[in-house]
């Protein structure tokens, strides 16, 4: 009998605590302005570089970390006065030695001494963008930051080269098993945007030759 009674009184507080913990508010910190003034409302080119999680099973919750990246732009005077033996540097802080500067009707190809080869096209702006002779793009990293993934974000799936018509829409559980699989989510494939508050709610992954 006293056993019956102590597991009666056991179950009576779980119940309890489940009760209490179903009306309790849950109250977050406010967005910091800073975070909101730099991403809200945009979308930018990234790469994902990792993954953290608090809790267990239902109750985990996760973060994901994004380096926010631009393109390498150069002005256009710098390129159009390259001349051998001038060093062309990149953004992630690399460099060539200029060996020769062809013009075409793009804009220049320039070889390095070491039989490297550079596409410098100009843009909208009238400066020039850079692609290695494979058309790989050269990116520079501006900024990181860490935010919660939240369930309801919209995961776009456009990596199939086959599908012309547009991103397949999936959902969490799908970009979960993309990141834990350690998918390369790098700027030339992959676009996060932001909704006004600073709250990651989109990630398009997009078809390339180097995914």
């Given at each position: 009998m006293k056993k019956l009674i102590a597991a009666l009184c056991a179950?009576?507080?779980a119940c309890l605590a489940v009760t209490a913990f179903a009306d309790?508010?849950?109250?977050?910190?406010?967005t910091p302005e800073m975070l909101k003034a730099l991403v809200g409302g945009k979308s930018f080119s990234a790469r994902i570089t990792g993954l953290k999680s608090t809790g267990e099973d239902e109750d985990t919750k996760f973060r994901i970390s994004i380096t926010?990246?631009?393109r390498?732009?150069?002005?256009?005077?710098?390129?159009?006065?390259?001349?051998?033996?001038d060093f062309l540097f990149f953004g992630d802080g690399t460099a060539t030695m200029v060996?020769?500067?062809i013009p075409d009707e793009f804009g220049f190809t320039v070889k390095g001494k070491s039989d490297d080869a550079y596409s410098l096209c100009r843009n909208e702006e009238g400066n020039y963008l850079i692609t290695s002779d494979t058309d790989y793009p050269?990116?520079?990293?501006?900024?990181?930051?860490?935010?919660p993934l939240e369930k309801d974000i919209r995961f776009l799936d456009w990596?199939?080269?086959e599908n012309l018509e547009g991103p397949v829409e999936l959902g969490f559980s799908e970009l979960?098993?993309?990141?834990?699989?350690?998918?390369?989510?790098?700027?030339?494939?992959?676009?996060?945007?932001f909704d006004e508050n600073g709250k990651l709610t989109e990630l398009l992954y997009s078809y390339s030759p180097w995914n």
């Open positions: 179950l009576l507080i309790s508010a849950v109250v977050r910190p406010n926010v990246c631009e390498d732009v150069y002005e256009a005077a710098a390129i159009e006065n390259l001349a051998a033996g060996d020769e500067v050269f990116y520079t990293d501006v900024f990181e930051i860490t935010v990596s199939d080269p979960l098993d993309h990141l834990l699989d350690e998918t390369s989510f790098v700027p030339y494939n992959t676009k996060v945007t």
